[in-house]
C-alpha cells in the first residue's frame, strides 16, 4: 500500500467510511440507473416520455449537466454558469463526500427534524460517491418540480432570488478538501447534502420559492421607478434600495432556510441547510452554550422584522439561533411579507447577531450574547468588536442621528433601549462616514 493509499485509509477509518464503497459508478451504469429513474409514475409529478427521451439523449450525447430541463423554468446564468463533469471527480473527492455524509449523518440522525430525514432518503443523498446531478436532479423533480442549475461560485443576491423565483435551485460542482467541516462558500457538501433534502419540506420549498417572488416584486418596483428617474443620481439611488431590500429579504431567507430550527416532540431540532451541511454546527446549534436560542412565529409580523433587522456574519458558527413552533408558521412567508418586512428594515435600526432584544422569547441566553446597547459603548471605548457590531452600530447611530420618530420604532414589538446620549455625541463629533 503506498502512503497516499495509507493516509487515505486511516482517514476513512477516521470517519466510519468503509474504503471499498467509495467506488464511483461507470458511465454506463448511471445511465441505467437514469433510464430507472426517469420512467417513474410512482411520483407526484412524473416526466413526460418527451421530456424523459430529450433528457436521456443530452446523458447519452455527452452533454455536461448545466441547468434542468424537465420543465419550461429556465434562468441565462450567463458567466456563472457551470458543469458537472462527472467522470473529472478524482477519487479524494469522492472520499471527502463520503466522509462528510457519514459524520453528518451521524448529528443529524440526533438533532435533524424528522421531515428533512425522510427527505434524505427520498433522494438517497447518503451515499458513499458524489451524486451524479442528471439523476438527483431528475429525483427532486418527480418530488417537488424544483431542479438543479449549476453555477461555478457564490452567485449575486438577485440571480440566487431569480433561480429561486423559476424553482430552480443553484448548486456548485466543487467538493470540499477532505475533513473540512465547515466552509464560508457553497460547495456540493453544503448545496446537496445540505440544502436538496429541505425541498421535501413543503413549507421550506415554498418559502424559498417566495423568496423568489419576492425579488420579483422588488425588481419590478425598481424598475418602475427607474422609469421615472430624472438622472442618473437618482437612478443610482433607486437601484441601491433595490438591493438593500434584497438584502433585508435575504436574512429571513438565513434565519429559516438556511439556519432554522424547530421544535419538535418537545425538542429543537434542526432543518435550516447551512447547520445541517456542517456536522460541527449541527451539534453547535442545539447543544453549544454560547449562542442564543430564540422562539420566533414567522407569522407575527414582529417577529418578522426581528428577522430581517438582525445581521449576522457567515465567518464562523451563528450565535443567534430562530426557533419556530412548527412548519406551519412559515406558510405565512409570502413574498408580499417579505417585501413588507425589509421595506421597514431599511428604515429601523438593526440588532446584531449577538444580541437578546426587549419581547424575545428567549429559550437560551448565550455566553456570548450582549446587551442591544453595548456595540454602541464599544465603539465609542475603541473596545473590540466583530464586524457584526461594528456595522450595526455605526448604521443605527446615523439614523438617530438623523432623527428617529416613535412612531417609526412602534414597529418593533418592543422598541430598542433608548441610546446612551454619550455614544450619540460622540459619534457626531466624529468626521467618519458610516456604512450600511
Ligand atoms: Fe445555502
Not at 92 to 116: G, I, M, N, P
Not at 192 to 219: C, E, Q, S, W
Not at 352 to 379: C, F, H, M, Q
Not at 393 to 403: F, I, M, P, T, V
Amino acid at each position: 500500500m503506498s502512503t497516499l493509499d495509507r493516509n487515505l485509509a486511516e482517514i476513512a477509518a477516521r470517519h466510519g467510511v468503509d474504503l471499498a464503497c467509495v467506488t464511483p459508478p461507470s458511465r454506463a451504469s448511471r445511465l441505467e440507473s437514469l433510464r430507472k429513474i426517469i420512467a417513474r409514475t410512482d411520483v407526484p409529478y412524473p416526466i413526460t416520455p418527451q421530456r424523459q427521451e430529450r433528457y436521456l439523449n443530452d446523458f447519452q450525447s455527452g452533454k455536461l449537466f448545466g441547468i434542468g430541463t424537465l420543465s419550461e423554468d429556465m434562468v441565462e446564468l450567463e458567466n456563472y454558469a457551470e458543469f458537472q463533469d462527472y467522470e473529472k471527480y478524482t477519487y479524494e473527492e469522492h472520499l471527502s463526500w463520503a466522509c462528510l455524509v457519514a459524520d453528518q449523518q451521524r448529528t443529524k440522525h440526533q438533532f435533524a427534524c424528522q421531515e428533512y430525514l425522510k427527505g434524505e432518503s427520498i433522494f438517497e443523498i447518503g451515499g458513499t460517491v458524489i451524486p451524479d446531478y442528471y439523476l438527483l436532479n431528475a429525483r427532486i423533480y418527480q418530488q417537488t418540480q424544483w431542479q438543479l442549475a449549476t453555477v461555478n461560485m457564490i452567485i449575486p443576491a438577485e440571480l440566487f432570488f431569480t433561480c429561486h423565483s423559476h424553482r430552480l435551485f443553484p448548486v456548485t460542482t466543487f467538493m470540499r478538501g477532505l475533513e473540512v467541516d465547515y466552509l464560508e462558500e457553497p460547495d456540493i457538501g453544503h448545496d446537496v447534502a445540505g440544502h436538496v433534502a429541505t425541498f421535501t419540506i413543503p413549507a421550506v420549498a415554498d418559502v424559498m420559492k417566495n423568496h423568489g417572488d419576492a425579488r420579483d416584486l422588488i425588481y419590478a418596483e425598481r424598475d418602475q421607478k427607474l422609469k421615472a428617474a430624472g438622472d442618473e443620481e437618482s437612478a443610482r439611488r433607486i437601484r441601491d434600495d433595490a438591493e438593500e431590500l434584497l438584502l433585508y429579504a435575504g436574512r429571513i431567507y438565513w434565519f429559516t432556510v438556511e439556519f432554522g430550527l424547530v421544535m419538535q416532540g418537545g425538542q429543537v431540532r434542526d432543518f435550516g441547510a447551512g447547520i445541517l451541511s456542517s456536522p460541527g454546527e449541527t451539534t453547535y446549534s442545539i447543544e453549544s452554550r454560547e449562542s442564543n436560542r430564540i422562539l420566533i412565529d414567522p407569522s407575527d409580523d414582529h417577529d418578522l422584522l426581528r428577522l430581517a433587522t438582525t445581521d449576522y456574519l457567515i465567518s464562523e458558527f451563528q450565535k443567534t439561533y430562530f426557533v419556530m413552533s412548527s412548519f406551519d408558521q412559515l406558510k405565512s412567508l409570502t413574498a408580499d411579507r417579505i417585501l413588507m418586512a425589509s421595506k421597514r428594515a431599511m428604515e429601523l435600526p438593526h440588532y446584531t447577531w449577538r444580541e437578546i432584544v426587549p419581547g424575545d422569547k428567549v429559550i437560551d441566553v448565550g455566553e456570548l450574547a450582549t446587551s442591544t446597547n453595548e456595540k454602541y459603548l464599544r465603539l465609542m471605548l475603541d473596545m473590540p468588536l466583530d464586524d457584526c457590531l461594528t456595522r450595526a452600530a455605526l448604521r443605527n447611530l446615523q439614523l438617530y442621528s438623523k432623527g428617529l420618530s416613535s412612531q417609526q420604532l412602534s414597529a418593533f414589538k418592543i422598541p430598542p433601549a433608548e441610546l446612551p446620549q454619550e455614544a450619540l455625541e460622540w459619534f457626531r463629533n466624529q468626521d467618519q462616514t458610516p456604512t450600511t
